[in-house]
């Protein structure tokens, strides 16, 4: 029998943030989700640089040009134009911009008002909480997208507008969240500890409860940043999100759909450009809460 060298050197374990970096990237859903993302971020951000043609540029000669694909089609305007002429991939590529800026600047600003309504209720109680409880409450017994058309039809629609009105609506779930994973904490064993000790309050929701809370924090960001994209094409579509000329995937749609029998890729270029966006978002939710679930730590 071969003896046992005890002097051998001992493989370390690896880190907490690098298993879970593995995790990731084992993981089908988060892998190509991230990609995808990355490919429309990419795309959204040096994408107009690299094409000829603006996405308000009109030429009534070359109205509702169809796409390469399609016979007719001109590699001039790859994706085909709209009824004014106006370059369809251009116009989608600055979609993709007013998508993403709608999508983060909502989950910003829903983010922050739940997660400090929602660690506020589940770590103080009492009081704190019964009022945070009645206005999500109040919240959840309200129709979103309705209250969303009302405000939007009263005020007037732009890009401002819409994600000041989505950030507002839909920071329950934010809180709702928050609020029992705080309830979770603040009876464990390093919490009390540090309320032992004499840590302050700021320190302790800023060093112990926040950073335990960050992954759930972050599937919910995912999950209402798809939910956001997806409101402001419905407000668009109807006329009440952002306003023309302004390229959004939803007013896209709307303005395709008067020619929808004879040309109906000029809905259809928009609408899987739109499900591939909230598509990749999902995935990136789903994978991050499949990668820091306890099960499969």
């Not at 904490?185 to 335990?212: D, F, H, Q």
Request: glycine fraction near 10%; aromatic fraction near 6%.
């Amino acid at each position: 029998m071969a003896a046992v060298d005890h002097n051998a050197p001992v493989e370390a374990a690896p880190s907490p943030h690098r298993a879970m970096l593995r995790r990731a990237l084992a993981h089908g859903g988060v892998t190509i989700g991230a990609g995808l993302l990355l490919i429309i971020i990419v795309m959204a951000v040096i994408g107009p640089f690299l094409i000829a043609h603006g996405p308000y540029d009109q030429d009534l000669t070359a109205r509702l040009v169809p796409p390469i694909w399609m016979e007719g089609g001109s590699w001039e305007h790859p994706f085909g134009t709209d009824q004014l002429g106006r370059d369809y991939l251009a116009r989608l590529l600055y979609g993709a911009r007013i998508s993403l800026m709608i999508g983060f600047g909502t989950v910003f600003i829903a983010g922050t008002i739940g997660t400090v309504l929602g660690v506020a209720a589940g770590y103080f109680g009492g009081r704190v909480d019964m009022v945070v409880t009645f206005l999500i409450s109040v919240r959840l017994s309200t129709p979103l997208v309705l209250v969303a058309l009302a405000v939007v039809s009263i005020v007037g629609g732009s890009l401002q507008v819409v994600v000041l009105v989505l950030g507002l609506l839909l920071w329950d779930r934010f809180a709702v969240v928050m609020r029992a994973s705080t309830m979770q904490l603040r009876a464990i064993e390093y919490v009390t500890a540090a309320r032992a000790i004499g840590c302050s309050t700021p320190r302790i929701l800023t060093r112990e409860i926040m950073p335990n809370v960050m992954n759930n924090l972050i599937v919910v960001t995912t999950l209402e940043m798809a939910h956001a994209i997806l409101l402001e094409a419905v407000l668009s579509f109807l006329g009440l999100g952002v306003k023309p000329p302004t390229p959004s995937w939803g007013l896209m749609i709307a303005e395709g759909r008067e020619v929808l029998l004879f040309e109906p890729w000029l809905i259809t270029i928009p609408g899987l450009a739109l499900l591939t966006l909230v598509l990749s978002i999902n995935l990136v939710g789903d994978g991050i809460r499949d990668v820091t679930s306890p099960e499969d730590r």
